[in-house]
């Protein structure tokens, strides 16, 4: 369903994986990758977006590399925060303006400029970075199992209602930091719904992870996310 994507937007080179959806036009949603890298079950994530009627742009903040052990996969996003943040954020900034042009066949398409982000870990943790950092052109953002205390997020510049999925067990993200998170969105006023499976860990909602998917948890916040991403951005 979905094909490779590689372009150039104001001197910002950005590869990708786009799914596109088999009607006319609808509303795109931005992936962001685990700390695995774009990996398959990214693409399939996108996907599956593109069979609820979304475009998805599933965006390679790597640039072409994944890991495939918690060691690499940790020095590639430690990388990516402490080393290459404001590459990335340049690379978000041509994705949302590249969707934008007139000349690329998605005008008309992408419905009403609408455009949510979602992410996994990694891409939780820069679900809410750039949903901060882009408040004007993001209208849902649906950070899973971010991780609160690897970057700064100000959460007073957020302007898209969220649905946050945290789970119960995660040895990644404390509750503690949930719940700032919780007091923090409560501070500024953010329209903030937050999801809290308790019982597993982070990433059950990766069903290529036998170790941590929880098959029950994963169709129920799944169905939530579209309905989430449907009400706000159709």
Same mark, same amino acid.
Request: hydrophobic share 40%; net charge negative; charged share 25%.
């Given at each position: 369903?979905?094909? $490779?994507?590689? @372009? ?6 950005? !590869? &990708?994986?786009? %799914? ?5 036009? /609808? ?24 069979? $609820?009627?979304? @475009? ?6 790597? !640039? &072409?590399?994944? %890991? ?5 996969? /940790? ?160």
């Amino acid at each position: 369903m979905g094909r $490779e994507l590689k @372009f150039t937007k104001d001197g910002v080179e950005v !590869r &990708g994986y786009l %799914a596109e959806p088999e009607l006319v036009k /609808g509303p795109l949603v931005i992936v962001i990758h685990e700390w695995w890298g774009l990996v398959p079950h990214i693409k399939d994530v996108c996907d599956r977006y593109a069979h $609820e009627g979304f @475009f998805a742009f599933g965006i390679d903040l790597y !640039r &072409g590399k994944t %890991a495939d052990n918690p060691e690499d996969a /940790g020095k590639l996003m430690q990388e990516l925060f402490k080393e290459r943040l404001s590459e990335a954020s340049a690379m978000v900034k041509a994705s949302l303006d590249y969707f934008k042009e007139n000349d690329i066949g998605f005008v008309g398409r992408v419905q009403d400029y609408r455009i949510g982000m979602t992410g996994f870990c990694c891409g939780g943790t820069c679900t809410w970075y750039f949903g901060a950092q882009f408040p004007e052109d993001f209208h849902a953002l649906a950070p899973y199992y971010g991780l609160y205390s690897i970057v700064p997020i100000d959460f007073s510049k957020i302007k898209a209602p969220v649905l946050a999925v945290h789970a119960g067990k995660d040895a990644f993200v404390p509750l503690s930091d949930v719940l700032n998170a919780i007091e923090e969105c409560n501070k500024h006023n953010v329209k903030a719904q937050f999801l809290i499976y308790c019982g597993v860990d982070h990433a059950f909602f990766n069903d290529t992870r036998p170790e941590v998917y929880n098959e029950e948890y994963a169709v129920d916040v799944w169905l939530k996310t579209v309905e989430f991403m449907k009400r706000h951005l159709t």
